[in-house]
Structures are given as structure tokens and as C-alpha cells.
């Protein structure tokens, strides 16, 4: 009994030191928030009391340095008391530093702080900027801007575009100054030259420096263009050249230009104008029309899609009346009886033409006291018909011309008549030898007086000996090359065909005439150099005792073999007699050599081709 009754005295002892003990105090338990939104000069943390300790919360917040384990003896902010997370803000910061953070929250015991985080600031830089296309473009003008989009933490303190005719243009070129601040601007580019090329850039200042935005370019619209006017030349009553230089097109295509003229200043191309191509460069320009013994006032001019401009402006005189100048044509479609010439009247002098034509005679230096024809007034070319004239006779023709001034005359041309044409127009020259009258160059018609075809072989070497009566031609070897000089050759069957090789009143000479001009000339023996054509160009060396005396002027047209060969041009001339020695032979044709002075005589064979030279009937 004693026993349990120590034992409840114990145990209720125990009970009542217990009832009398207290807890001991504590502070507040909280963590730091990881940093965010961090910029050049605020970021943002917090932290999350989790935990209040003995006693209620005071006061809470985060605390920051720029050294570890910050205290609320450093920065710090103070947010509303009590248990859960909060968010705080952390201002005027250091830009490009790095911090240290804690949360802390204090109560009655005394302060807790959180984990320590750290964070560095971002880094000021110059602005980011573009800048704007450009826009209104004008001569002297153009509109752009840009767009700041972000000042990198330092304020923008001034703003706009540079521009300059070089790539990257800076603020020490021409600029404009259009605020502050972020954003799009607007900036109005002036004083500009026209049709160049300029390079634009925004810009954007701010502490840290000057930013460019991306570069653009721009042409600006085209200027007239640019020329000078090129001195007065070739000055005469009616007409004198100038001309220009288009140095620069204002940067529009020139469409036209030329020089514009006018008896009074300031000629425009509403007065007398030439027309002298497109684009730029030198160009040439012929005043025409103009009045002798006047003052004229020229420009050149040049147009683009602008406008025309005009070159500095130049005056003239021109040269008072004179004769006027004149060419004469070449003699053409020379026959027996007529030709054709003529003349171009190139300057009337500055005085109209009255008459113009051709005057000729058989003497020098003919005047319009003379033959003369009359073909029209004024300038330009003209063409004369000369008829009546003497067969084989030679003339001396000119051009004339007639102002009130007087007659001018162009150069003195001389021409033969023909004596006589062959079938195919072919025109021939004669020569008196004795009293007989030789045509003067070997025949080269392809037609029979009627206008009938002398036929030829294909080939030209091709062998006709098995025929009964051949007629033909051929140029020699085939080549009418060397008809021009040489003419043709034929058969014998050709030459005595009554359809007649040679033209009206002309014929092939028989045995006899061959005779009597040899006789003439002195015998067989001597009269072949006197024949001949002199020097080596038609004949081969040494063409021996040549002197032509006689006028005749043989020439070595060589022969055709009738077998087919053709031989020794250069070398002989061998013509064809019209009498018949048998049914095989001819009678009587002729021969000369390069190499000695006789004329030979042979009977050859008809089917041959040999030369003709045409006599006139008696």
C-alpha cells in the first residue's frame, strides 16, 4: 500500500513539471525566388515564407549587393507581412554588374534570409534601328526615315538619316535631326542633285554611341541633258555644217537632237532643225537652204523625257553670191551616134540656177556656145541624152551650170564614139589603115547579126572533129575572163554563116583583104610589127619588132585545136580568112608571133578556132 501510494506521487509530480514548461522561440523560415526579367537597371526576384517562427512577421522583402550575403543593411525592398510567396522588384541597378540576392523575413525572435541567387545586368549597346525605303523622289528631294525598335538601355538622345553619293554615309555627312526616343520617324532629304545616285542610312544616338540602320539607295529623277554646240565650218551661200556634243543625257535616254537655226537669237526646234540620231555623243549637222549674205543664229539642242536643252548659242554669215559648182558624170551607154552624161549641181552659189546641161565638142574645153543641152534648173543631179554624134569620132564633153552670177563648168571628159556594135551590144573602135577600115579589137559577140545564138561545147575542150560542119564559140580555155581583152574564138563554119558574125556593113575579110593590108604596110615580112599592139601586158615577151604603127593593135587571143586543146594566147594572134580553100581548109588565115615581125599565112582547118577581126564593107 505504501508502495503504490509512492508511486502516484511520482507520477503526479512528473505531470506538473511538464504542465510548467514553455517552447523556446523561433525565427521565420523563408527561400529566395530565382531572378527574372532582368534588364540594364531592374530585374525582378521574391521569396516564399514558408515558416513564420515563434512569432508573427514583421517585415519581409529581398535585400541585394554587389558583394555575396547581402543584408537588409544594403539595398532591399519591403513587401507585405505574412506567410506564402511575394514578388519584388529591384530598381536603379548598375548596368553589365552582378548581384547578389536573398529573401528575408524577420519576427520578434530576429531575421531570416533565403538561399543567395545571383544575376548580372545586361549590357547597354547602341540602339536597334532600320531604315525606311525611300519614297517621293524628285530632282532636288526624296522622302525616308526609319524605325528604333530598341534603345539597348540608353536613351535616345537624337535621330534621323545621313546621306551622301558614297556607300555608308555617317552624321558627318548631310543628315537630318528628327527627336528622340524609340519608334518610326520621318525625315525629308533636300537639296539633292539630280539624276544621282545617293546612299541612305537612319540613324540613332544614344550614351553608349551612333547606330546606323541598314543602308538604301536611290537615283534621283533625270535632268535635261547637257551639250555644247560645235563651231561653225564649211560655210558657203546656202549651206555650212555644226553639229554638238550630248555630254550627258540628265539620266533620261535622248530621243532626239540636232541644231536648230533662225535669222533671230534664240533659235528653238520650232524653227529650222536637223535631226541627228539619239543618245549621247558627238554628232554632225548640214544647214541647208540657207540665203547667201545672211546672219544666221544656231544651237544645238538635245531632248530626254525632261525637256529639250539647248547648247550655247553661235551666229554665222553666209558667203555672198557666187558661180556655182557643178560635176560632171562619167560618158555611159556610148554607141555609134549618142551617149549619156550629165552632172550634179552640189551649190547653186546663192543664186538660183537658171539653165544646166552638158555642152561638148570635138575640141577641147567646149562651152554652151557649142553643142550644149539643157536640163532643168536648181541644185541637185541631172541627166543629159547627147545625140548626132559622129561614129568613132572622139569628144571632150563638160557640165555647165548658170546663175545671175555667170557659167560654171565641171571637169573635162573625153570619150569615143563606137564605129560600130555587134549583136550583143558589144561596142568597137575602127581604124583606117590604106583604105581599108578595121574594127580595133578581136570580136566577141555570141549571136549572128540576126540575134541568133552561136553555140558553144560542153566542155570547152571537147572534141568536134567527127562533126560535119561545126559552129561555134568560146572564150579561151573556157574563161570569159579573157574575153574582155582577147574576145572569141570560131570556127570557120561560124564566121561564114550567111547569118553574119559580124554587124550590118561589116564582114569577115576574105584572102584578098588580109593581102592588101599586108601590102599596104609593106609585105608580109615587116608588117607584123607593125600590127602588134606594143609592150608585154597582152603580149608574152619579147614581142618582137612591135610598134603598132599601122593603129591596127593585135592581140594574141591563141587558138582551139579541133581535137580540143587550146593554145598559145599570149603568144599568136590568129584571125580567120572568109575564102575557102577546100572542104577541109580555110584559105588564107593569118598568124603573128610574139617572137618576130612577119605575118604568116596558112590554110587551115575549118573545124579550128581562131579569132576574127571585122573589115568594113567598101
Known sequence: ????????????????????????????????????????????????????????????????????????????????????????????????????????????????????????????????????????????????????????????????????????????????????????????????????????????????????????????????????????????????SSGGNVTNDGGAAVSARGICWNTISGPTTSNSKTIEGTGTGIFTSSMTGLTANTTYYLRAYATNSVGTAYGSEISFTTLPPTPPIITTTEVSSISTTTANSGGSV??????????????????????????????????????????????NATYYLRSYATNNVGTSYGIELTFKMFAVIDADGNGYYSVTIGTQTWILENLKTTKYNNGNIIGTTTPATLDISAETTPKYQWAYDGDESNVATYGRLYTWYAVTDSRNVCPIEWHVPTDADWTNLTTYLGGESIAGGKLKETGTIHWQSPNTGATNESGFSALPGGYRNNTGPFWWIKFNANWWSSSEFNTLASLGTRYLHNDDIIVYTSNDVKYSGHSVRCLKDN
Open 346 to 391: 552640189t551649190s547653186d552659189g546663192g543664186s538660183q540656177i537658171m539653165v544646166r546641161g552638158v555642152c561638148w565638142n570635138t575640141a577641147p574645153n567646149p562651152t554652151i556656145d557649142n553643142n550644149k543641152t539643157s536640163n532643168g534648173t536648181g541644185i541637185g543631179n541631172f541627166t543629159s541624152n547627147i545625140t548626132s554624134l559622129i561614129p
Open 1 to 240: 500500500m505504501k508502495n503504490i501510494i509512492r508511486i502516484t506521487g511520482l507520477i503526479l509530480l512528473i505531470f506538473i513539471l511538464h504542465s510548467c514548461k514553455k517552447d523556446k522561440p523561433t525565427p521565420p523560415i523563408i527561400t529566395t525566388t530565382n531572378v527574372t526579367e532582368v534588364s540594364y537597371t531592374t530585374a525582378t526576384s521574391g521569396g516564399n515564407v514558408t515558416n513564420e517562427g515563434s512569432s508573427a512577421i514583421l517585415s519581409m522583402g529581398i535585400c541585394w549587393n554587389t558583394s555575396p550575403s547581402p543584408t537588409i543593411e544594403n539595398s532591399k525592398t519591403s513587401e507585405n507581412v505574412g506567410l506564402g510567396a511575394f514578388v519584388s522588384s529591384m530598381t536603379h541597378l548598375v548596368q553589365n554588374t552582378k548581384y547578389y540576392v536573398r529573401g528575408y523575413a524577420t519576427n520578434s525572435v530576429g531575421i531570416s534570409f533565403g538561399n543567395e541567387v545571383t544575376f548580372t545586368t545586361s549590357q547597354i549597346a547602341v540602339p536597334v534601328l532600320t531604315t525606311t525605303v525611300i519614297t517621293s523622289i524628285t530632282q532636288t528631294n526624296a522622302v525616308s526615315g526609319g524605325n528604333i525598335s530598341d534603345d539597348k538601355g540608353g536613351s535616345v538622345t537624337s535621330r534621323g538619316i545621313c546621306w551622301g553619293t558614297l556607300v555608308n554615309p555617317t552624321i558627318a555627312n548631310d543628315k537630318t535631326t528628327d527627336g528622340e526616343g524609340t519608334g518610326s520617324f520621318v525625315s525629308n532629304l533636300t537639296g539633292l542633285v539630280g539624276n544621282t545616285l545617293y546612299y541612305v542610312r537612319a540613324y540613332a544616338t544614344n550614351s553608349v554611341g551612333t547606330q546606323y540602320g541598314n543602308q538604301v539607295n536611290f537615283t534621283t529623277s533625270p535632268l535635261m541633258p547637257t551639250l555644247t554646240t560645235t563651231s561653225i565650218s564649211s560655210i558657203t551661200q546656202t549651206i555650212a
